[in-house]
């Protein structure tokens, strides 16, 4: 029986919830599936959980802005239950829309100082996008130097409040994914579409100051088995995908 | 109360996206004047607010401070009237009252949870433009900014202090006179109460009101002309039809199920205890096996007219239709995939050359692109299949096809509604949306459908949906309901007359919760509106069911009862409007008894020129809209939420070659697959309509085989989008075509398992000389292939992948040149159109799985449009190699005498069951055993430099040639850039 439990956090339109689940199956915890009312209704189980994950999708329909109308729901009744389960030494995962979440509740960075907006491009994306890691500054990214990954959003765009504040996040290692160009290099200006939306410093995740909560645009849990790569039937190896690993760093950390 | 605004800028610094896709738009629409524009979105908010409370919702949930800065303040205020910078008009575009607008129903939700209260919410967007005229204003409002059919445009301030919200209903019982009438004042009552009906169903309809001795109700009629429609009822091709062509005369009682029914059934007989159709033509999608625990189902629908008036809307309800039904199919199957095909005019059509009354097809193709991907991102269900067809014909007409496939415990097949279940209404509230989409289907469009059947055109509210799919696949899990189908079109009317069509119901329609007040028991009745579904729940299950959808903030309400009666009766207030017999209203429509007439056109040969580039044709065939890259609309897709995704849309070593078909692991934790595929070939409906049909079942399957399907398990949907087949000459042609279905499908051992049509797909107007023109489009069959696979690791790309591989090409070339892209490029007519020998295919196929299964193929492409050459082409540049060809070696059955077209042909011609594909050296001899039997040519071998170069062998009298030779670098281009918006 696995240890490490995973609540999986539902809204109205999340849709990356199963395969996440699966994910964090296959890297050994055990998920559950718990919608937002049930969470508003009794906050008092997330203890019963290590790791508290919000899915990708579009929450509320992303109706107003990307993650805005869940990221309020959370930022006015759940923010404090938030605040102790991090402080508890668990873990909490954002990806997609969940890393809008996130960002927009002030649960991950303080209120305001950065926003996840429209693409340069003005439109939805699905793309395969290469990441350089800053491995150890954050628990879900531990050893990982490069992923390739998919990105799917239209409002993936990391923004900050201001160059101070881009500055403070650097020096604290916080601006813990990037992307990058198929050697790795992520520093000065990476192109669209490997950059595929425009984000200031090439950011595509973000850590919080205690490496236990990641947001991140990509999607780890779309590059799991080897056939999940775009390029699967010209290699010769078919090893598991690279986003499994993150999940494993999760799992492993309670072990 | 105040009526509050709240504008929502850029903050500086920021981009200003949407104005800058206005004036993009507006370049494109032939609008060039200079001129500068900022534009905003934002909310009026109605209720017992103060400033104080505005402006915190305002900077909390309504805007992001981060990029964005607010104007807040009561409509009418000058600080609203004030540019936030230069000068310049105001233009407000709200939605109309009554249409769905999903933000402010958001908005309105997430501003309870701040304890405020509001009573109505509206978004808007608000342009400042400066520099422009009145009459270019007023045309980039018409074209750009709005769309009439759904929205309202104010210059200058708003004039309004309130939003409506609906008046109140009088309950008045109306019934309309119809027993005394004459045949012209039926016909009349047919038109202006828009219910599209002909002169012999509305003497039934009299007659059988005659011998009851009274008039129908409005509802009544209404309930009639529904289930009568074209769009529900398939009458015309499901109904008599005395065919007559060349080779003689042939009467059906019922068209469709004597060819496409029919194919199935036999296949299924033959099949006997191997057969894995489950059900068939039956359920609102085909149902097909899969595995041990799970069936598989798909469904391919076409919103064709709605979308001609309002491209968004029309495309998004299309998906959000097509993806109910697979939900309403069994007991619910969990959709897995989305596939769109679309037809357009060219995007660069000149603005002036358009009839009136048609929107841009531009804009309908980016309206109708964004459409889909709204709705299918939304629900989370990759969109993973497609094409788009562009011919001058679908400017007044597009088509837009939606499909989803859908997978379902083999449990949970069969549905079967009980007398003494509840009649439950699940999801979206009505409103007045899509008042009489079946009939207005089911006619043809002209220059003023825009106001005569604006209510036709819906928004969707995908979040609505995707929310009642969760809370559906719940309850089903659990058992909690006997029956479900979806509210389509027809709404209510449909999906209780169906689903009681065998017990008898009895519904309380105000008990159905409404919009908006103010809606007649009739437009409650037969209104369209989104994302509903109606469930037959056993009375014991009701409290748990109503409990898990109140869990997840889904509405269920019980409307009524289904009773054995026989009848459908229907109450508003406790008053009876409706008590019709479900015999007559499922079997009392006169038979359509129709004429068709095939005459086959006079076929010229094909006159080549008598220089041809073949480089340069090349070049032109792979930047031809039908052949271009469709990386543009690819990507805004989510093609691989869910998690199972195995071959994208786009593969090859920079992700953007063109794949043949998907492949999608539905169950994540098994290695079966399903390929999606399709196939398409208006243009060789010009020549035949036969060889059309035939050729795109043969592509669809090719689509499917070349990625590793296995042939004996591919399902077909067939799609017919016809003009108005009144005409023999029309009709003709479609029954022509679905005997070829018949034919083909009975050839290869595939059945049909769903399918539908769309007939009177044409466009009037009157002329500068005040003459009636109709634009008919050509007859468009698509044909859905949904086929399987044992182990997806089994599966092949189209990309090249090793320099010194060989290249063998599968199957016959004939002088096939016939409606293909080489005579289109070269505007030549006439030619032989591409025929399937069909036993030739089936072993083709077959032989060709053999060697896929045994993993001697590294890659495989199927050959279409563009041929040989355009296959070659998209298989160097996807795998970053080139090719070396000898045309000699082709398998070809054209003989020496065809000589000066015959290096045109083998590189052109666009016989079917035919592939090229890569073979390492060491698999050659297994690859030759695998095929034997079946045509088969080493004609190349993939080279590390990346130039396509095609030769012909010295025969030892001539010395060797090369006809062509090419950088892949610029074939490439010339596919990638016409698309790439």
């Known amino acids: ?255 | 109360m105040t009526l509050w605004e709240i504008d929502i800028y850029p903050a500086e610094g920021q981009p200003d996206l949407a104005a800058e896709r206005v004036l993009a738009g507006s370049e494109d629409l032939g609008i060039h004047h200079q001129f500068s524009l900022t534009a905003a979105r934002g909310f009026l908010l109605q209720g017992e607010l103060d400033a104080e409370q505005v402006e915190c919702l305002a900077g909390q949930l309504l805007s992001d401070e981060v990029v964005e800065t607010t104007v807040v303040a009561p409509v009418g205020d000058q600080r609203l009237q004030t540019p936030p910078r230069g000068t310049g008009r105001v233009v407000h575009v709200l939605p109309k009252p009554g249409v769905t607008d999903p933000v402010a129903d958001s908005a309105q939700a997430a501003i309870a949870d701040f304890q405020l209260n509001v009573s109505a919410v509206r978004t808007l967007r608000k342009y400042w433009i400066e520099d422009l005229e009145d009459v270019p204003l007023q045309r980039l409002c018409q074209k750009i900014l709005a769309n009439d059919a759904i929205e309202q445009v104010v210059v200058g301030p708003l004039d309004f202090k309130e939003l409506t919200l609906g008046s109140d209903y009088v309950f008045q019982l109306i019934t309309t006179k119809v027993c005394e009438l004459n045949d012209q004042q039926l016909m009349q009552l047919s038109r202006e109460t828009q219910l599209y009906l002909s002169l012999a169903e509305m003497q039934t309809i009299q007659e059988h009101f005659q011998k009851l001795n009274r008039d129908p109700t409005d509802v009544e009629l209404e309930t009639v002309a529904q289930t009568w429609s074209e769009h529900c009822s398939h009458k015309t091709l499901a109904g008599r039809i005395a065919y007559r062509d060349p080779q003689g005369e042939r009467r059906f009682e019922n068209m469709l199920r004597e060819t496409i029914f029919a194919v199935t059934q036999e296949i299924r007989q033959q099949l006997g205890p191997q057969d894995w159709c489950v059900s068939v033509f039956e359920d609102n999608a085909g149902i097909v096996r899969f595995d041990d625990d799970f069936n598989v189902v798909f469904k391919v629908e076409t919103h064709n007219h709605p979308s001609a008036l309002e491209p968004y809307g029309g495309a998004n309800t299309g998906l959000g239709g097509v993806i109910r039904d697979p939900l309403g199919t069994g007991l619910g199957a969990k959709p897995v995939c989305n596939t769109d095909v679309f037809c357009f005019a060219p995007p660069d059509t000149p603005a002036d050359s358009l009839p009136p009354g048609v929107l841009h097809p531009r804009r309908v193709m980016q309206g109708v692109v964004s459409g889909v991907r709204d709705y299918g991102n939304r629900m989370g269900i990759p969109t993973v299949n497609g094409a788009i067809y562009f011919d001058e014909r679908y400017s007044g007409n597009p088509l837009v096809y939606c499909g989803n496939v859908g997978i379902l415990p083999r449990s949970k097949s069969h549905k079967e509604p009980q007398a003494g279940d509840w009649v439950v209404t699940v999801g979206g509230r009505t409103g007045r949306d899509g008042i009489h989409g079946a009939t207005f289907s089911s006619t043809e469009l002209h220059s003023e459908s825009e106001t005569v059947s604006g209510g036709a055109v819906q928004i969707g509210n995908a979040i609505t949906e995707k929310m009642l799919l969760d809370v559906i696949l719940e309850a089903r899990d659990r058992g909690l309901y006997s029956a479900i189908t979806d509210c389509g079109a027809g709404g209510f009317s449909s999906a209780v007359g169906e689903m009681g069509e065998e017990i008898g119901a009895e519904v309380w329609l105000d008990k159905a919760p409404l919009k908006y007040e103010g809606l007649s028991y009739t437009e409650i009745w037969i209104s369209e509106a989104q994302e509903r579904m109606v469930l037959s729940v056993p009375p014991a299950n009701w409290e748990e069911f109503q409990k898990l959808c109140q869990s997840e903030g889904v509405e269920a309400t019980i409307i009524g009862k289904f009773v054995p009666t026989g009848r459908l009766q229907l109450k508003y207030n406790d008053v009876e409007v409706a008590d019709l017999s479900m015999t007559f209203l499922h079997q009392g429509r006169p038979p359509v008894v129709r004429e068709a007439i095939y005459q086959p056109p006079s076929t010229a040969p094909l006159q080549l020129p008598s220089q041809i580039n073949y480089v340069e044709s090349l070049q032109q065939i792979l930047g031809s809209l039908n052949v271009a890259s469709k990386h543009w609309v690819i990507r805004q897709y989510d093609h691989e939420v869910q998690g199972g995704s195995v071959i994208k849309p786009l593969v090859g070593i920079s992700n953007d070659g063109p794949s043949d078909a998907a492949v999608v692991r539905p169950v994540l934790s098994s290695r079966r697959g399903l390929v999606i595929g399709c196939g398409m070939n208006p243009r060789y409906g010009d020549l035949d309509t036969y060889h059309m049909a035939a050729s795109a079942i043969d592509e669809a399957m090719r689509n499917c085989v070349a990625v590793g399907a296995d042939p004996e398990r591919i399902a077909l949907l067939d799609n017919f989008c016809w003009g108005n087949t009144e005409r023999p000459e029309t009709l003709g042609s479609l029954v022509r075509s679905a005997i070829a279905c018949y034919e083909v499908a009975q050839g290869l051992g595939t059945p049909f398992i769903s399918g539908k049509d769309s007939l009177n797909n044409e466009f009037s107007y009157l002329d500068e000389n005040g003459k009636r023109q109709v634009i008919s489009i050509p007859p468009t069959l698509l044909i859905s292939a949904m086929g399987q696979v044992a182990d997806v690791l089994n599966c092949v790309t189209m990309d090249l992948k090793e320099s010194g591989n060989l290249l063998y090409q599968v199957g016959v070339t004939k002088q096939e040149l016939g409606g293909s892209h080489f005579s289109m490029i070269h505007n030549l007519t006439g030619g032989n159109v591409p025929r399937v020998d069909v036993p030739q295919a089936k072993r083709t196929f077959a032989a060709l799985h053999r060697a896929i299964q045994n993993n001697l193929v590294r890659a495989c492409h199927d050959m279409s449009e563009g041929g040989l050459a355009v296959a070659a082409a998209e298989m160097c540049f996807a795998g970053g190699l080139g090719a070396e060809l000898y045309l000699n070696q082709v398998p070809s059955d054209l003989s020496q005498d065809e000589m000066p077209q015959q290096n045109t042909c083998l590189l052109f011609s666009e016989s079917n069951s035919r592939f090229l594909c890569e073979v390492p050296r060491n698999k050659e001899k297994g690859f030759e055993q695998a095929l034997e039997g079946v045509p088969c040519g080493k004609i190349g071998t993939v080279q590390s430099t990346a130039e396509l170069n095609i030769q012909i062998e010295s025969d030892g009298k001539h010395p060797a040639q090369t006809i062509a030779r090419v950088k892949v670098d610029s074939l490439k281009k010339a596919w990638l850039t016409p698309l790439d918006w």
């Open chain 1, 1 to 255: 029986m696995p240890s490490v439990t995973v609540l999986i956090l539902r809204a109205p339109g999340t849709n990356c919830d199963r395969e996440t689940a699966f994910a964090f199956e296959r890297a050994g915890a055990l998920a559950k599936f718990v919608h937002v009312n049930r969470l508003l209704e009794n906050p008092g189980q997330l203890p019963d959980f290590q790791i508290l994950c919000l899915p990708g999708g579009f929450s509320y329909g992303d109706d107003i802005a990307a993650g805005r109308i869940l990221a309020c729901q959370i930022k006015n009744h759940l923010a404090e239950v938030l605040h102790e389960f991090r402080e508890a030494g668990n873990l909490i995962l954002g990806i997609c829309n969940g890393f809008q979440v996130l960002i927009k509740s002030g649960i991950l960075l303080d209120d305001a100082a950065a926003t996840l907006t429209w693409n340069d491009s003005g439109k939805f994306e699905d793309r395969w996008v290469h990441l350089k890691s800053s491995q150890n500054s954050n628990v879900f990214l531990e050893g990982v130097d490069k992923f390739y990954l998919p990105i799917a959003h239209a409002e993936g765009k990391f923004v900050v409040r201001d160059t101070d504040t881009l500055g403070t996040l650097d020096q604290n290692c916080q601006l813990v994914l990037r992307y990058a160009d198929p050697e790795g290099r992520c520093d000065g200006v990476i192109e669209y579409p490997q950059n595929p939306n425009g984000s200031v410093a090439n950011v595509a995740g973000v850590s919080d100051q205690s490496g236990r909560i990641l947001g991140m645009m990509p999607h780890p849990e779309r590059h799991i088995d080897p056939t999940h790569h775009p390029q699967w039937t010209r290699r010769k190896n078919q090893a598991e995908g690279d986003g499994l690993r993150l999940f494993r760093n999760a799992v492993r950390y309670f072990e």
